[in-house]
């Protein structure tokens, strides 16, 4: 696949780690190190295959994180008992906690710059942005929750598919144009439906892309209920053009 997306939409490793964490309900003060690194490099093979713009920080972190494993690992020094061992994640969890404080300073900031309109306050474990539509309140998913599903759409394929030759060609332009158009037929789309109607792995990849593209290009936000739950689609209504019907009056 040689189609690159270039994403300012990415958020910061630090993101993904707190997401990690909040996703599978962690101790964020002991954090499994192992299963966090695993997921961690998961996702970012999975931003790999996609040809996605990696900022180098994500392979910082990444570096990180495997040097942290691999301390875990070590045995514990016995020859002074009486001194206590520095565990390998303090720096790590101090990081993250700065981190969270810092976004939820920024979030509350943001609120208040909002004070003027109505904004409904979120549950503090929920770092995302309101959306009001049709009298209901979503949150606009992240990347990562993108990403997430975008994972489990691929775990779904039957293993036999990854193997067969396709003749059908699905490029991101036309799933870009498909989208839209089914936008303009229903107010909101679960990710998940779009990725269950694709024939094949290569055209659940083409159409996670294309959202990523219409993501990019402001056409579309993707949104959540809550924290975690199905990602639905729907066209970002401050990027819609009113239509604006000639003036009647005007004599030829």
Do not use: C
């Amino acid at each position: 696949m040689t189609y690159k997306i270039k994403l300012d939409i990415f958020e910061g490793p630090l993101d993904l780690l707190l997401y990690l964490v909040k996703k599978d309900h962690l101790n964020i003060y002991d954090i499994p190190i192992s299963l966090i690194t695993d997921q961690y490099m998961g996702y970012i093979e999975l931003m790999k295959m996609l040809d996605l713009n990696i900022a180098g920080e994500f392979l910082v972190m990444a570096a990180t994180l495997m040097q942290i494993k691999s301390k875990m690992l070590l045995p514990a020094e016995t020859e002074e008992p009486d001194q206590a061992q520095e565990d390998p994640r303090a720096e790590l969890v101090k990081r993250l906690l700065e981190y969270e404080k810092f976004k939820e300073i920024a979030e509350e900031l943001r609120q208040r710059e909002s004070g003027q309109k109505e904004v409904f306050k979120r549950p503090k474990t929920v770092d995302k942005k309101e959306i009001r539509a049709d009298d209901e309140v979503y949150f606009e998913a992240s990347i990562f929750d993108l990403i997430s599903a975008f994972s489990k759409a691929l775990e779904e394929v039957p293993r036999e598919v990854f193997y067969e030759v396709f003749k059908d060609e699905f490029t991101i332009e036309e799933k870009v144009h498909s989208v839209l158009h089914l936008l303009l037929e229903r107010k909101r789309i679960g990710i998940s439906e779009l990725f269950s109607q694709a024939k094949n792995k290569l055209e659940i990849i083409v159409t996670f892309l294309a959202i990523l593209e219409l993501i990019r290009m402001k056409e579309i936000v993707a949104v959540q209920k809550d924290l975690f739950q199905e990602i639905e689609i729907t066209r970002n209504i401050n990027n819609i053009i009113p239509y604006e019907r000639p003036d009647q009056t005007q004599t030829n």
